[in-house]
Protein backbone atom coordinates (compact mmCIF):
# COMPACT_ATOMS: atom_id res chain seq x y z
CA UNK A 1 0.00 0.00 0.00
CA UNK A 2 1.67 3.35 -1.26
CA UNK A 3 0.47 5.31 2.28
CA UNK A 4 3.24 2.87 4.33
CA UNK A 5 -0.33 1.76 6.87
CA UNK A 6 0.15 -2.38 7.51
CA UNK A 7 -3.23 -4.13 7.36
CA UNK A 8 -4.29 -5.92 10.77
CA UNK A 9 -2.70 -9.24 11.85
CA UNK A 10 -5.70 -11.27 10.77
CA UNK A 11 -7.09 -13.04 7.61
CA UNK A 12 -10.07 -11.13 7.02
CA UNK A 13 -10.09 -11.57 3.63
CA UNK A 14 -11.60 -15.25 3.20
CA UNK A 15 -14.70 -13.65 5.87
CA UNK A 16 -14.79 -10.85 3.60
CA UNK A 17 -15.26 -13.26 0.62
CA UNK A 18 -17.60 -15.47 1.83
CA UNK A 19 -19.81 -12.84 2.47
CA UNK A 20 -20.67 -12.96 -1.36
CA UNK A 21 -21.57 -9.24 -1.32
CA UNK A 22 -22.45 -7.47 -5.01
CA UNK A 23 -19.45 -7.18 -7.00
CA UNK A 24 -19.65 -3.12 -6.51
CA UNK A 25 -19.46 -3.42 -2.93
CA UNK A 26 -16.32 -4.96 -2.56
CA UNK A 27 -15.56 -2.41 -5.12
CA UNK A 28 -16.35 0.40 -2.84
CA UNK A 29 -15.04 -1.34 0.22
CA UNK A 30 -11.23 -1.65 -1.74
CA UNK A 31 -11.67 2.11 -3.07
CA UNK A 32 -12.39 3.28 0.39
CA UNK A 33 -9.92 1.00 1.92
CA UNK A 34 -7.24 2.41 -0.14
CA UNK A 35 -7.62 6.09 0.65
CA UNK A 36 -8.42 5.57 4.07
CA UNK A 37 -6.63 6.93 6.74
CA UNK A 38 -4.31 4.53 9.73
CA UNK A 39 -7.53 3.35 11.62
CA UNK A 40 -9.86 3.05 8.43
CA UNK A 41 -11.10 6.36 8.34
CA UNK A 42 -11.69 7.36 4.72
CA UNK A 43 -13.15 10.45 3.51
CA UNK A 44 -14.97 10.32 0.00
CA UNK A 45 -18.37 11.33 -1.05
CA UNK A 46 -20.40 9.12 -3.00
CA UNK A 47 -20.29 11.70 -5.76
CA UNK A 48 -16.50 11.15 -5.69
CA UNK A 49 -16.37 7.46 -5.38
CA UNK A 50 -19.19 6.83 -7.93
CA UNK A 51 -16.31 8.66 -10.53
CA UNK A 52 -13.60 6.84 -9.54
CA UNK A 53 -15.19 3.53 -9.75
CA UNK A 54 -17.23 4.21 -13.14
CA UNK A 55 -20.45 3.69 -11.27
CA UNK A 56 -24.02 5.43 -10.75
CA UNK A 57 -24.54 7.11 -7.84
CA UNK A 58 -27.45 4.84 -6.65
CA UNK A 59 -25.19 1.72 -7.32
CA UNK A 60 -23.22 3.15 -4.89
CA UNK A 61 -25.36 3.88 -2.43
CA UNK A 62 -26.69 0.37 -3.03
CA UNK A 63 -22.89 -1.25 -2.43
CA UNK A 64 -22.57 1.19 0.93
CA UNK A 65 -25.90 -0.15 2.08
CA UNK A 66 -24.50 -3.79 1.63
CA UNK A 67 -21.43 -2.50 3.41
CA UNK A 68 -22.88 -1.28 6.18
CA UNK A 69 -24.91 -4.15 6.72
CA UNK A 70 -22.19 -6.61 6.71
CA UNK A 71 -20.26 -4.39 9.27
CA UNK A 72 -17.38 -3.80 6.96
CA UNK A 73 -17.78 -0.26 7.05
CA UNK A 74 -19.65 2.38 8.86
CA UNK A 75 -20.93 5.59 7.97
CA UNK A 76 -19.86 8.61 10.52
CA UNK A 77 -21.38 11.36 8.64
CA UNK A 78 -22.16 12.09 4.73
CA UNK A 79 -18.90 11.51 3.18
CA UNK A 80 -17.23 10.29 6.40
CA UNK A 81 -17.10 6.48 6.39
CA UNK A 82 -15.00 4.34 9.16
CA UNK A 83 -13.69 0.75 7.85
CA UNK A 84 -13.87 -2.47 10.16
CA UNK A 85 -10.81 -2.06 12.33
CA UNK A 86 -10.23 -6.09 11.24
CA UNK A 87 -9.49 -4.19 7.75
CA UNK A 88 -7.98 -0.92 8.23
CA UNK A 89 -4.55 -0.22 7.88
CA UNK A 90 -2.47 0.85 10.77
CA UNK A 91 0.74 2.54 11.20
CA UNK A 92 1.81 -0.04 13.83
CA UNK A 93 1.44 -3.61 14.66
CA UNK A 94 0.59 -2.16 18.86
CA UNK A 95 -2.32 0.10 16.64
CA UNK A 96 -3.76 -2.86 15.10
CA UNK A 97 -3.92 -4.49 18.21
CA UNK A 98 -5.28 -2.61 20.27
CA UNK A 99 -7.94 -1.51 18.04
CA UNK A 100 -9.15 -5.00 17.50
CA UNK A 101 -9.31 -5.23 21.47
CA UNK A 102 -11.64 -2.45 21.51
CA UNK A 103 -13.66 -3.68 18.72
CA UNK A 104 -17.56 -4.21 19.40
CA UNK A 105 -17.51 -8.65 19.43
CA UNK A 106 -20.63 -8.26 16.71
CA UNK A 107 -18.09 -6.16 14.32
CA UNK A 108 -15.10 -8.65 14.94
CA UNK A 109 -14.61 -10.90 11.32
CA UNK A 110 -13.07 -13.99 13.13
CA UNK A 111 -16.37 -14.31 15.27
CA UNK A 112 -18.20 -17.89 14.01
CA UNK A 113 -21.47 -15.88 13.38
CA UNK A 114 -19.93 -12.99 11.51
CA UNK A 115 -21.82 -14.76 7.93
CA UNK A 116 -24.90 -15.78 9.77
CA UNK A 117 -25.61 -12.06 11.15
CA UNK A 118 -24.86 -10.31 7.85
CA UNK A 119 -27.59 -12.51 6.04
CA UNK A 120 -29.87 -11.91 9.07
CA UNK A 121 -29.26 -8.32 9.00
CA UNK A 122 -29.87 -8.57 4.98
CA UNK A 123 -33.12 -10.91 5.55
CA UNK A 124 -34.59 -8.05 8.37
CA UNK A 125 -33.85 -4.77 5.77
CA UNK A 126 -35.43 -6.73 2.78
CA UNK A 127 -38.27 -7.32 5.07
CA UNK A 128 -38.33 -3.95 6.52
CA UNK A 129 -38.71 -2.49 3.33
CA UNK A 130 -41.21 -4.98 1.73
CA UNK A 131 -43.09 -3.85 5.30
CA UNK A 132 -42.74 -0.33 4.31
CA UNK A 133 -44.11 -0.41 0.80
CA UNK A 134 -47.02 -2.05 2.35
CA UNK A 135 -47.81 1.10 4.62
CA UNK A 136 -47.71 2.96 1.47
CA UNK A 137 -50.09 0.99 -0.25
CA UNK A 138 -52.62 1.01 2.54
CA UNK A 139 -52.09 5.06 3.14
CA UNK A 140 -52.67 5.79 -0.70
Not at 63 to 85: D, F, M, S, T, W
Not at 121 to 136: G, I, M, S, T
Request: hydrophobic share 45%; charged share 30%.
Amino acid sequence: MSNGLLFAPVNAEGVVAALDLPGPAYRVLFALRSRSEAGGRAEMGQNEIAALLGLSRPSVTAALRELILARLVKKQRNGVYRINAMLAGYESFSDAQRAIEDMDLADRLDDPNFIARYRQAVEDYREQLARDRRKKLHVA
